[in-house]
């Protein structure tokens, strides 16, 4: 079963543009994570959000977390066409860093 | 920089067929995990492993899937015998964490991408 919510499914944007895709999850939550996947290899970690913080930045990423909403969002500014990509959301929501991951978003940046 | 390894990269079968995929998880990383990827969807966990020990297999098909650690560090995953809707790719991720420890990143293996026909 997946928690994760991602929207939108698809998104097509120009580079130089900034990206933003929202995880929308059910159950109260450890951390909530990001990661990036190429077409066809593994997963990448981004970036990691504790359910006390309420945003974090890493070099061009920033990520925002509101509980009271079970929602979170990822900012891509600046994009380039390496970005290029799906973005999954991952929920922690108990012990042994079980992560649930949702469907993800697409994102495709044209030079 | 450290990797999670896996092989084969590829493999293609005839269902009722037994296949075996193999991961070798970040030196000192004691949590092992098995996920399934059907195309266009997140990763599903399958099973997850504390140094030797299952700690999570609630959504292996244990009918039909197996998976060990026997000595706490690389892992096999086996299919036997394969159905059509095996068809996906199985990512192996290990992290450092330990039992109850929580908000630790995971770090993915490139996949083995299988196929059933």
């Known amino acids: 079963s997946q928690q994760g919510e991602e929207d939108p499914q698809a998104l097509s944007i120009q580079e130089g543009e900034n990206a933003t895709m929202n995880c929308s999850y059910k159950?109260?939550?450890?951390?909530l994570q990001w990661y990036r996947q190429n077409s066809g290899r593994g997963l990448v970690h981004l970036i990691l959000?504790?359910?006390?913080?309420r945003e974090k930045h890493s070099g061009r990423l920033r990520v925002t977390l509101d509980t009271s909403k079970k929602s979170s969002s990822l900012l891509i500014t600046a994009s380039r066409a390496a970005d290029t990509a799906s973005y999954f959301c991952?929920?922690?929501?108990?012990?042994?860093?079980?992560?649930?991951f949702g469907a993800g978003t697409r994102l495709a940046v044209h030079p | 920089e450290a990797e999670v390894a896996q092989s084969p990269r590829y493999k293609i079968t005839e269902k009722s067929q037994a296949v075996a995929f193999w991961c070798d998880p970040i030196?000192?990383?004691?949590?092992l995990y098995w996920y399934r990827q059907i195309l266009g969807q997140g990763p599903e966990l399958l099973v997850q492993?504390?140094?030797?020990?299952?700690?999570?297999d609630s959504q292996l098909p244990k009918d039909r899937f197996s998976a060990e650690r026997l000595k706490g560090v690389d892992s096999t995953l086996k299919i036997q015998p394969a159905e059509l809707g095996d068809s996906a790719m199985y990512l192996c991720?290990?992290?450092?964490?330990?039992?109850?420890?929580?908000?630790?990143?995971?770090?993915f293996g490139p996949g083995t991408r299988l196929t059933v026909l």
């Open positions: 991720a290990s992290s450092f964490g330990t039992s109850g420890r929580t908000g630790n990143e995971q770090f």
């Open positions: 159950t109260s939550i450890n951390n």
């Open positions: 959000i504790r359910s006390n913080e």
């Open positions: 991952a929920t922690d929501s108990g012990g042994y860093n079980k992560l649930i």
């Open positions: 030196s000192g990383h004691a949590t």
């Open positions: 492993f504390q140094d030797e020990s299952v700690v999570d």
